[in-house]
DNA sequence: GTGAAAGCGCTAACAT
DNA sequence: ATGTTAGCGCTTTCAC
């Protein structure tokens, strides 16, 4: 069988069923008005020629494609895997496609999202990624909303969901001042990242109103990967007159497993005895035995909800709502990393 | 601006370029017969318009979408995060988007088709998740290419591309032996997979060839992920009278972490000093500090490659090939989970 | 509740 | 090389 065989169309059906093609695709569009005893006969015929209603097709007339668009940068950190997951898992529920991008961290989404604007999707979901303005309006113009995921870009109307990474950032940098550390380390992220900036000011901000001074904190930089903090970190102790600082925070929780598996593998530096540490994120890699890592957790399921809700799927017509940011709060879990300070739980 | 602003079309950009719109559809269509002065003169049109071609549309008449259904199971893996982003990449590369799906572990894909089906996708590419015969054969009636990655269905004619599972196992197994491991517990994955299967199977033989006994060998489940594995090898070795096995296959890598992790972080038993381990995949994760897993590289570049290769996605008017079963080495990597024998690299 | 007919935005003959 | 025309498979008025 070559593969040009020619499709079974719903005029298939109509004519096995003894009824018009109109009825085939009041069949198959819930809530249309046809007697149930029609329906039937229609998907029986339907059954037996192994119909499937073309999505194309319909997408064409009705304007919408049931198609979301996923962009997603940096898959090395698994937070966003998870965050994939979450989104395909509920998109699929909701009986939506879900079209996805990868580009490379640190890389434009343009292209993307020209491809996306050529397919007619319903709605763009942005991780981790730069997107320029004018790809912004382009969308908009066009009726496609488009939300960032943990990312925001100040001045533009493109809507955005987020953990408050400034706030946790404080967290933490309270669990560490509760805990004594005098001295500290941060380990940053992509620096085109408002994530990793964000953690980093309310850390800081928190660190200097509780007295510490500026020249006691140090930044370098872990390139938002375990291996990037790995190897950065031992570059940093390897240096001939470094002062080892007593607490580092790394941006992120795969930036710390990094961090941690060089302190302790490779330099000798024992968590938390030695030195603490913390990360953000709360992933599941990070509750291992191995890290048990202190940690602010993001709200996925919580961030995806909303993620989803300024979407408006379900309510085409509705005006696409611009400007949102909506900040979303991460919760301290204290493990193994930070000393837990008497008291505390 | 509400969202039902009617977009702009080919025949605006005709109308603004002064040339009909088949010009219009032609300046967008590479290689097709257009002076390239009307071709720049509607570029500029389109370009002033913010015109982009509608691919739904397009493919509506010429029956091809540019969109690949990538059916993705068991996400908990890192391998197949890995496979999916270097799916992704390739097919964006070649212009073609990646529509995901990700089915639970062990959950039947059929719905997944039958929405791939819908969207009329050029080709199927499903990885660790079960399918049934009715569906490969709806696809391939469709004219819809399917190939199975590392996966197969015996008796189905889906091809697949798969890495020499059995080879595998005994690469590992041979490895141990010349280690001169006696007994053996073997980690196994999700039952329903063919991978698993494969690998035990491999694995099992060459260590009867090698005259260990089949007493010898113990086999538990650790369901494919870090956390099964984990709790299996800690409950395995809690029992009252167990006898310690000298070496430990873990199925695949992610799981030969969670054994590892447990033996030493658990069980105060030392690897590979107290107990070899081996894992398979070679994921990158495995690389890293702590686990430095001996294993079998399963070469997903080339497996990809040839995935694609069967796919022809360049010439769909070509018989769908099918019952391929192409079968790719894989490699034995030495690294610090096997005490290296003499003479050995 | 049902059928006829007019599109949706594009591509692909077919003329010119 | 360019324009005209007829669909692609569906949804959606509009009559009945």
Redesign the interface.
Known sequence: ?????T?TTSFDVAALAGVSQSAVSRAFTPGSSIAEETRQKVLEAARRL?Y??????S??TT?R?N?VA?ILGN?AN?FY?HVM?AF??KL?EHGR??????VDAGAESDDAI??V????VDGVILTSAQLSTRMTS?C????I?IVLFNRYIPGSDASGVRCDNTAGGRLLAEAFLAAGAKSYLIVTGDPTATTSGDRVRGFMDRLIEGGIKRTDITQIEGYSS?EGA?SATIRYFSAPDVKRPEAIFGVNDIMAMGVM??LQ??LGIRVPKDLMLAGFDDIPEGR???YHLTTVRQPIDQMVNETLAILHLDE?????ERGIDRRIAGRLIWRSTIPVPQGNG
Chains 1, 2 share one sequence.
Do not use: C, E
């Open positions: 069988m070559t593969r040009s065989s499709r192994n499937v209603p073309n999505s194309i097709a997408s064409l304007k494609s198609i996923l898959l698994p895997v997951h395909s898992r699929q496609q879900v079209l996805i991008f990868t020209l491809q604007l050529k397919y007619q382009m908009h113009d066009r009726g909303p375990y790995f598996d060089a593998l490779r291992r035995a191995p085409p017509t509705r005006p696409i």
